[in-house]
């Protein structure tokens, strides 16, 4: 949906966008300037039936994604699973789910897979992703994920394999980005394909926030419980991946959905710099990625406060040069595809809407080609790869990267299994 299949070589892909692919986009774009309503009315009519549907992680973003899929129409909310038994109960009220098939633990989507469920919603902590969607797949179940996919190397390759074997399987699996999603950023991304910038030679990629710099950062406890909720887990690496690997991870995928392919090396600075840190999160990245072509890419990280909030992407080539946005405008000027474009409409809804009814509509269709997957391993290790150039302070291959494989491991000691 909505994408480019890139490749773990690094390598641009060989011709143009699939007819699907194409045709997805219009149709993602048509439907941008309808509410949910209308999208749940157009899957009533495909299909006059609904899909079991499991999710684990009922905190903010769950127990709204859970009101989403509620709203659609094509789905019935049949379990639940998250660590904390009032998050779970509160998502469960919310949206009718049985309180014999409400499940907590770090084990407790093992014992939602048991219920009968069709397809997953997985909205846990990134940490755990790799092990949830490996089991789900595993049982038969369609897969809808939060972004990043994993937080490190080997979490990545156990998702590409989720994802081979999904499709090997008939299963559908949709990595839930949003800025490639919007009719705006969609056709500023068709008019570069169509190639409106002519050579492309430079992208920059910018992840910011203003008020998240003043984000809760509170002191570690005996355990790491209290850091599973209120995503304080964002603020611990080896939870949340950082913050170039779990916010910024927006704007880096947007670019390998862009330019077709992942850097091969990276050289960088990363620094700590709020007052009184209690966790290892970085506030500041600058990061320049060379890609096998000779396209250049910088990306910068930052926090800071009263800055505001940016996820943006640009690209820049011999003829013009396009933004696209998660807010603001999106465009391309100059050139023979000049497109003055417009404004990026509640992309953090409208995004899960749109994404929430492919979804349905894959299942239904049985299109189980899952193009998002490979695209978000890549940008994930393209985001892993800066990360750790940057940490290092020195420049580093892709192919190091993939070939050292290290797996960050939290400390679960003491947590209810």
Avoid at 23 to 42: D, E, K
Avoid at 62 to 70: C, D, R, S, T
Avoid at 358 to 367: A, L, P, T, V
Wanted: net charge neutral.
């Amino acid at each position: 949906m909505n994408t480019h299949d890139t490749h773990l070589s690094g390598q641009t892909p060989q011709g143009s966008m699939t007819r699907r692919h194409f045709v997805g986009n219009m149709v993602s774009a048509t439907a941008s300037i309808s509410l949910l309503g209308s999208a749940a009315a157009t899957a009533a009519d495909q299909s006059k039936r609904k899909i079991k549907l499991g999710i684990i992680g009922c905190g903010g973003r769950g127990a709204w994604l859970a009101g989403l899929f509620n709203k659609h129409g094509g789905y019935e909310l049949h379990a639940l699973a998250d660590y904390f038994q009032d998050a779970v109960d509160a998502c469960g009220d919310a949206v009718g789910v049985d309180k014999t098939r409400r499940f907590t633990g770090l084990s407790g989507y093992k014992k939602l897979l048991d219920t009968g469920i069709e397809a997953i919603a997985i909205e846990d902590v990134c940490y755990f992703y790799p092990e949830q969607v490996k089991a789900a797949v595993e049982a038969g179940c369609h897969i809808y994920m939060a972004k990043p996919v994993a937080i490190d190397v080997p979490g990545c390759m156990s998702i590409l394999a989720s994802g081979k074997l999904a499709t090997e399987k008939k299963r559908c699996f949709l990595v839930d980005y949003q800025m490639p999603t919007d009719p705006v950023n969609i056709e500023v991304a068709k008019r570069i394909w169509d190639g409106g910038l002519g050579m492309q030679f430079a992208v920059t990629t910018l992840g910011g926030g203003g008020a998240e710099a003043m984000r809760a950062d509170p002191p570690k406890e005996e355990t790491i419980e209290s850091r599973l909720r209120g995503l304080i887990w964002n603020n611990d690496i080896p939870l949340g991946g950082d913050l170039i690997v779990n916010y910024d991870i927006h704007a880096i995928d947007t670019a390998i959905w862009i330019i077709r392919q992942r850097p091969i090396s990276a050289i960088g600075c990363a620094r700590l710099r709020r007052p009184n840190p209690q966790s290892d999160f970085r506030d500041l990245y600058f990061v320049t990625y060379e890609c096998a072509d000779g396209l250049l890419w910088n990306h910068q990280t930052y926090e800071i406060p009263d800055h505001g909030r940016s996820l943006v992407c640009n690209i820049h080539g011999q003829l013009a040069s396009a933004q696209i946005s998660y807010w603001g405008k999106s465009f391309l000027r100059g050139g023979p595809k000049h497109y003055g474009g417009g404004e990026v409409i509640s992309l953090y809804d409208q995004g899960a809407i749109r994404n929430i009814d492919e979804f349905y509509r894959s299942i239904i269709d049985g299109q189980f080609d899952n193009p998002t997957v490979q695209r978000a391993v890549d940008g994930t290790l393209t985001a892993i790869l800066g990360r750790d150039a940057a940490a290092r302070g020195t420049k580093l291959t892709m192919e190091e990267v993939i070939k050292e494989n290290v797996r960050l491991e939290p400390d679960l000691t003491g947590l209810k299994v």
